[in-house]
């Protein structure tokens, strides 16, 4: 009963079996290299060597997609493990020259991940190649040994990963863009019928608008794990970054168009009309992420832009009187498809396009047009800052393990490399991860050192440890993985004991070593980490969205301006959101690996971070249809707007504290209706041009599309 009931719980962890099938996948590849190795060629650095690379390879590295991909990245980057061995086993001469060079290979490693988070997922296992190869024996004669122990355990455990039980094709975030977009198109079309039609299939839509909802919101960057999130520097993870961010304006402008629709049915509009090409064009766009697809053409959109906007300021009703509730649909419909445009010039880009010449909105994706190292140097480059959490937790990783290193070297522990393992397993961004790490970290050591140290006492006869490595290997990388923390450390701790029993018998002195080695490494990394930027990427972010924050009330109060004709169009300001854009995604990032408290989590990051992509290119598009000083010289729709910008700068502002300091802010900006926007707007008309009525009118209901946006980043209550 009680096996069954533990081989019940394992199956309910891993109901996919994929932890289950890399253990059983480490442990043939291991044992078959560490038989061969030991026993076959004689060689017990071979030996080490193959079966700590196939452990590094094959446990420490968490690598995205399917297996033929993780076989390739596994392969292509055997030269960097080469290098890493031959600098760890060159400096092996002095504690001082690799406790150097272990400051510069942690800081370097782990701040590679800068330009491509899911390259963190490498950053353990090239840590680790250093570390084994950086301790003594000094014997740089062995290099070719080592070099080709790890070899073949890269190389073995990428057929394995190809060829013994392939994990099963995970769903990738295009494919959530993809299936997100069909949901929005089919709520796109029954916005177009609201449009003609308010009450017919009201139910209907109801419905589709919910799954439309439900089909976004996976979309957030936090809720996706690491390996699956578009968070690279180059251009095809922008540009799905910036249609996720899109689809999410156009479902909320598409929401509130639909809330907009006239009561009666009044037959054909062009805007009608204009939405339904927007939900073809969202699904075409959604459809040409998937891999071979053709890419979206986007001559239909522009054609149906142009229509709406031709016939966009002739609306007027009864007699001279400007049809301002058409106007207010109008605008809308064209703020949808401006967004709709953002995101197939975005499914373009991320499907390996680049944009054309005269592409729309130039600056929100001038990045495309730049080569990958180019834009993996800028990412670096902007991380070069104070404020970077990816700059503290590398130096603060480079640091523990230096000092790791010098005290594993001058106290001459013969299994200096667990002290820096255990720094390495302890040691997270925040201090308080590293305390969570390390109670199971202590607790499962000191339980495996328990039973090791009974089993050397008990067995002697090295042929003993040869037969059970293999039950040892899938116990450590598959149970003590799925029991959870403390396990796993224990069952290591039998691992190590099981393996070091072949290479060099020390009886229960080696169980003795494990346990002060741990702890000695634990101490280290906790102190580093109640040391340095103990408090991890949240007061990053904090800091971060603030400034982005407040950069985004600067860009749209320049924006009112320079259609008063009081500014000049605000490029800079434009390009500060985008600038600050990069640390605020990065510390995101990082926010959603740690532990926090949620009490605190208050904050939608997901919409405040695409409150950039509504600021951005709603600002460009809006310039583009009533460019600067178009309502100068009416100083009725000047106060207004002026009005209503400074209540959104002030809630950006005060919004932006509370972000930065915990404090509860104001009211934000309530959203608007087209109901709101014709009482607002009447008192200002009398004999204006039904021309200058659109600017006012689509201006002011940009400015209520950002406090819809506010509305949804606030804080929750």
């Known amino acids: 009963m009680l096996a069954t009931s533990l081989l019940g719980r394992l199956r309910r962890r891993d109901p996919g079996d994929a932890v289950l099938?890399?253990?059983?996948?480490?442990?043939?590849?291991?044992?078959?290299?560490?038989?061969?190795?030991?026993?076959?060629?004689?060689?017990?650095?071979?030996?080490?060597?193959?079966?700590?690379?196939?452990?590094?390879?094959?446990?420490?590295?968490?690598?995205?997609?399917?297996?033929?991909?993780?076989?390739?990245?596994?392969?292509?980057?055997?030269?960097?493990?080469?290098?890493?061995?031959?600098?760890?086993?060159?400096?092996?001469?002095?504690?001082?020259?690799?406790?150097?060079?272990?400051?510069?290979?942690?800081?370097v490693v782990a701040f590679a991940g800068v330009g491509n988070p899911r390259l963190v997922g490498l950053a353990s296992?090239?840590?680790?190649?250093?570390?084994l190869a950086s301790f003594p024996p000094y014997q740089p004669g062995t290099l070719p040994q080592r070099l080709g122990g790890v070899t073949l355990a890269v190389v073995l455990l990428a057929a394995a990963e190809v060829l013994l039980w392939p994990d099963p094709v995970p769903v990738t975030y295009r494919q959530l863009l993809t299936r997100a977009a069909d949901g929005v198109g089919a709520f796109l079309d029954d916005a177009a019928d609201a449009l003609t039609d308010p009450h017919a299939g009201h139910g209907g839509r109801d419905s589709r608008r919910a799954r439309a909802y439900d089909l976004v919101a996976p979309l957030g960057l936090g809720r996706n794990p690491p390996e699956r999130a578009p968070t690279a520097a180059g251009a095809q993870d922008r540009a799905l970054r910036i249609s996720a961010a899109a689809l999410r304006?156009?479902?909320?402008?598409?929401?509130?168009?639909?809330?907009?629709?006239?009561?009666?049915?009044?037959?054909?509009?062009?805007?009608?009309?204009?939405?339904?090409?927007?939900?073809?064009?969202?699904?075409?766009?959604?459809?040409?992420?998937?891999?071979?697809?053709?890419?979206?053409?986007l001559a239909g959109l522009d054609v149906a832009i142009r229509a709406a906007e031709a016939a966009y300021p002739v609306g007027r009703g009864g007699g001279d009187a400007p049809d301002v509730p058409r106007m207010c649909r109008d605008a809308t419909a064209l703020a949808l498809a401006d967004q709709v445009r953002v995101f197939a010039v975005g499914a373009r880009v991320a499907a390996g396009a680049r944009p054309a010449g005269g592409e729309a909105y130039p600056r929100l994706f001038e990045y495309?047009?730049?080569?990958?190292?180019?834009?993996?140097?800028?990412?670096?480059?902007?991380?070069?800052?104070?404020?970077?959490?990816?700059?503290?937790?590398?130096?603060?990783?480079?640091?523990?393990?230096?000092?790791?290193?010098?005290?594993?070297?001058?106290?001459?522990?013969?299994?200096?490399?667990?002290?820096?393992?255990a720094t390495l397993t302890v040691l997270r961004t925040s201090a308080a991860d590293t305390r969570t790490a390390l109670r199971p970290a202590v607790l499962g050591t000191i339980a495996g050192v328990v039973v090791s140290g009974l089993l050397v006492l008990l067995v002697e006869d090295p042929i003993v440890y040869a037969v059970v490595l293999p039950v040892t290997l899938l116990l450590a990388f598959g149970v003590g993985r799925l029991l959870g923390p403390v396990w796993q450390q224990a069952l290591f701790t039998l691992l190590l004991t099981v393996v070091f029993s072949q290479l060099s018998p020390e009886g229960w002195r080696l169980a003795e070593a494990r346990l002060v080695d741990v702890g000695l490494g634990a101490v280290i990394g906790v102190l580093a980490g109640v040391a340095m930027w103990p408090r991890g990427a949240s007061h990053d972010l904090r800091h971060n969205a603030a400034r982005y924050l407040t950069a985004s009330g600067d860009a749209v109060e320049r924006t009112v301006e320079a259609v008063l004709g009081d500014a000049p169009p605000p490029e800079d300001d434009l390009d500060r959101v985008r600038q600050r854009m990069v640390l605020v995604d990065s510390s995101y990032c990082q926010y959603h690996s740690e532990r926090h408290d949620p009490q605190r989590a208050r904050v939608d990051w997901d919409a405040a971070l695409g409150a950039g992509q509504h600021v951005v290119p709603g600002a460009e598009s809006l310039l583009r249809r009533n460019p600067p000083g178009c309502l100068?010289?009416?100083?009725?729709?000047?106060?207004?707007?002026?009005?209503?910008?400074?209540?959104?700068?002030?809630?950006?502002?005060?919004?932006?504290?509370?972000?930065?300091?915990?404090?509860?802010?104001?009211?934000?900006?309530?959203?608007?209706?087209?109901?709101?926007?014709?009482?607002?707007?009447?008192?200002?008309?009398?004999?204006?041009d039904s021309s200058a009525v659109r600017h006012l009118v689509e201006v002011d209901r940009w400015l209520a599309g950002l406090a819809d946006s506010l509305t949804r980043i606030h804080p929750r209550r």
Request: proline share 7%; with cysteine; hydrophobic share 50%.
């Open 21 to 107: 099938r890399r253990a059983v996948r480490l442990t043939l590849v291991a044992s078959l290299i560490f038989y061969a190795c030991r026993y076959g060629a004689g060689s017990p650095v071979l030996a080490t060597y193959g079966l700590f690379g196939t452990i590094a390879a094959g446990s420490f590295a968490q690598l995205p997609g399917p297996a033929p991909q993780r076989a390739r990245i596994l392969v292509t980057s055997l030269p960097a493990v080469w290098a890493l061995i031959a600098a760890g086993t060159l400096l092996a001469w002095s504690t001082w020259a690799a406790a150097g060079g272990m400051l510069v290979v942690g800081f």
């Open 125 to 131: 296992a090239f840590q680790l190649f250093y570390i």
């Open 249 to 297: 304006e156009v479902l909320a402008e598409a929401d509130r168009l639909a809330g907009d629709a006239p009561p009666e049915p009044i037959g054909e509009l062009a805007a009608a009309r204009l939405v339904r090409t927007c939900a073809e064009t969202t699904r075409a766009a959604g459809r040409s992420l998937s891999p071979g697809a053709p890419p979206v053409d």
């Open 368 to 421: 495309a047009r730049h080569s990958p190292w180019t834009l993996y140097w800028w990412q670096f480059r902007s991380h070069l800052a104070p404020r970077s959490a990816h700059l503290h937790s590398a130096l603060r990783l480079a640091v523990a393990l230096s000092v790791a290193r010098v005290a594993a070297g001058v106290l001459q522990l013969n299994h200096g490399f667990w002290v820096l393992l």
């Open 632 to 688: 100068a010289g009416w100083p009725a729709a000047a106060a207004l707007l002026r009005d209503a910008a400074g209540q959104l700068r002030s809630a950006y502002d005060e919004l932006a504290g509370e972000v930065a300091q915990g404090r509860a802010a104001g009211p934000v900006p309530a959203p608007t209706d087209c109901v709101d926007e014709v009482d607002r707007v009447r008192p200002l008309l009398g004999d204006v």
